[in-house]
């Protein structure tokens, strides 16, 4: 979706790997029509320069495929705002990540306790919900009862190294 594109852009901007998962063949075209538009976009405001934008679009890869993000660091899923569909997807995805990779959601709407048990990974996940990401420079990082001290701290730390004020 919009949220997730605009993520990967904000990620792969300031110099991260991104890959951009979607199960749906159409969204991941769309996607891949989408995310180099908003990259057009900023360097049409001078927000980025051309070659910017390029070592930028050459970081993100589009797949179809989960396990192609099997070794990532982070996870951020954009998914419906639906408990049980959310649920679903963190399950699947931790049976493919690696034991490191820390999970977040984007959730603007759901508590992360909600379907935190359902990541396999609670202490290693919290909402990293992002306000607008390139258009709003803020993020909202909410921990649930069980996430560690140091998840948090890495997701503050992540977000000051993706240009966004952590809150």
């Keep these: 979706g919009t949220m997730g594109q605009k993520i990967a852009l904000q990620c792969a901007r ?12 159409k969204s991941l075209e769309n996607a891949k029509q989408r995310i180099p538009a908003l990259a057009d976009e900023l360097v049409a405001k001078q927000e980025m320069t051309r070659e910017a934008a390029d070592a930028a679009l050459s970081r993100i890869a589009y797949t179809s495929n989960p396990e192609d ?20 997807v963190f399950s699947q995805l931790n049976q493919i990540c690696e034991p490191k990779t820390i999970f977040t959601t984007n959730s603007s709407t759901l508590l992360p306790s909600m379907y935190a048990e359902a990541t396999g990974r609670p202490a290693q996940f919290a909402a990293f919900h992002f306000l607008g990401v390139i258009d709003h420079k803020l993020v909202d990082i909410m921990p649930h009862a069980v996430t560690s001290p140091e998840t948090v701290e890495l997701l503050v730390d992540f977000a000051k190294t993706i240009n966004q004020v952590p809150l």
């Design 14 to 25: 300031y110099g991260y790997d991104v890959v951009a998962y979607d199960p749906v063949a």
């Design 69 to 88: 993000g099997a070794d990532a660091d982070l996870l951020s899923e954009s998914v419906f705002e639906d408990v049980e569909l959310k649920k679903k």
